[in-house]
């Protein structure tokens, strides 16, 4: 009985350590903190008046759900949000740092950029299976290079031109007013005929068409119309094709418009804000929207409607603005590891993907989508014109080498230094440059 009363004692001593030792392995987890930043579009979780809301709302949200499911480490995940201008300072600012940006949620084009850098890492391993399903084929045509997936997309915008139906009825212009959620197609023609009775019947101070050169902030507006006689802008082998006839030809009616007094006075200098705040004014009647900044417009009483961009080949085009996630490699096995499996939850968590919904953003899974489609503005109409989509970036290396190389030529058409001949072949010699430069001191993470 002795025997058995001390064994019995010593096996309870020993779980008591055992249980001890659980609660003390509990309190010592490791700690891991990332950082997750993401663009500054939407305010708020599901509305901008919520308490507390601000722009890493949904973020913050994200985050807390990961934490409180997660139990590999003690994770604190910093969530802040910046602008457009400021996206260098919140990323490549922050290589090397203990700050550094370890999750990014922005504009996939900008994201590209970090990607032939060699700092992000691909998804195959990390996204769920499921997740190519619900994209679609477009996850292989615009988030692959080389086979392996760099971006995960979130939620997209379809952006195409936005016309001032007042301005246009001021005009004489009702019979090219669409309905109120309808989309325009207008031809080349009808284009030419709308742009003419614009400028002849509306005040000095109104003017038709937004135009600009200040910068690259909208340049892929411009790049959009340089396709409109067909130019496919690059070639098969990813190389600027501009300086062909189709391409002259573009250049050519941009260039003859400025000279009609269809842009803003100055329009080589004026940037993107410049014409949205005359938009806002009614002092523009063309300028460029999508689901998102449609809700600032609505807010100033304007009554808008959309408009493809001009095609030669019998139907216009569009283009997305997609927001994607990327992860970037710092070098830190334990933050790497705690940023795959956020994702990882985040894109197994069917609420959290439908959180894009909350500020009209198209969800990237269709399933999603389907779900959402009474209560997202036009859901039906951005469907509609899925074929007529282009990829303007077309997943080029040195993304923001093509830009610079760009908007310069811009500039220098619009001030008339330049014919549209020596602006094409300018064009496909510098962008031709920026790409090659790519190619040579790009690398993709393993």
Not at 31 to 52: F, S
Not at 380 to 409: K, L
Request: charged letters at 25%.
């Amino acid at each position: 009985m002795k025997i058995r009363r001390i064994t019995a004692m010593f096996l309870s001593a020993l779980l008591l350590l055992n249980m001890v030792g659980c609660r003390k392995a509990d309190q010592e987890k490791e700690k891991v903190t990332i950082y997750l930043r993401n663009y500054a579009d939407h305010k708020g979780l599901y509305k901008e008046d919520e308490p507390g809301a601000d722009y890493d709302s949904m973020t913050r949200y994200m985050a807390d759900r990961f934490i409180a499911q997660y139990d590999k480490y003690d994770v604190t995940i910093v969530t802040e949000y910046f602008t457009l201008d400021d996206e260098p300072k919140f990323v490549e600012g922050k290589y090397g740092q203990p700050d550094a940006t370890d999750v990014v949620l922005q504009d996939s084009f900008v994201n590209l950029g970090h990607i032939y850098e060699g700092r992000v890492i691909p998804l195959n391993d990390v996204l769920p299976e499921q997740v190519r399903d619900e994209v679609g084929p477009e996850f292989d045509d615009l988030y692959s290079i080389g086979g392996k997936y760099y971006m995960a997309p979130y939620g997209r915008l379809p952006t195409l031109f936005v016309y001032n139906a007042e301005l246009f009825c001021k005009a004489g212009l009702e019979a090219y007013v669409a309905g109120e959620d309808e989309i325009s197609d207008w031809t080349i023609e009808e284009w030419n005929t709308i742009l003419a009775g614009l400028k002849e019947n509306l005040p000095e101070n109104v003017y038709p068409m937004m135009m600009y050169g200040g910068n690259v902030n909208g340049d892929m507006v411009n790049m959009m119309l340089l396709r409109m006689y067909g130019n496919p802008f690059f070639d098969e082998n990813g190389n600027a094709c501009i300086n062909d006839e189709n391409g002259i030809k573009a250049l050519r009616w941009i260039q003859d418009n400025h000279s009609k007094g269809y842009y803003p006075p100055g329009s080589e200098n004026l940037d993107l804000l410049d014409c949205f705040e005359l938009f806002c004014n009614n002092q523009l009647a063309i300028y460029f929207s999508n689901n998102v900044l449609d809700r600032v417009l609505t807010g100033l009483n304007l009554d808008t409607r959309y408009a493809l961009y001009p095609s030669v080949k019998g139907r216009g085009m569009s283009f997305d603005f997609t927001y994607s996630f990327a992860i970037f490699d710092n070098g830190d096995e334990k933050r790497l590891e705690v940023s795959k499996d956020f994702l990882n939850f985040l894109y197994s968590d069917e609420e959290l993907m439908a959180l894009s919904t909350a500020s009209d953003t198209l969800p990237a899974f269709s399933g999603i989508a389907e779900q959402h489609k009474d209560t997202i503005p036009m859901m039906e109409q951005w469907r509609s014109i899925e074929d007529t989509r282009i990829d303007f970036t077309n997943r080029s290396p040195n993304y923001p080498g093509i830009r610079n190389a760009f908007y310069p030529e811009m500039t220098a058409l619009l001030a008339g230094e330049q014919t549209p001949e020596e602006t094409a072949k300018r064009l496909d010699e510098n962008i031709n440059a920026a790409i090659a430069k790519g190619r040579a001191e790009g690398r993709l993470h393993d």
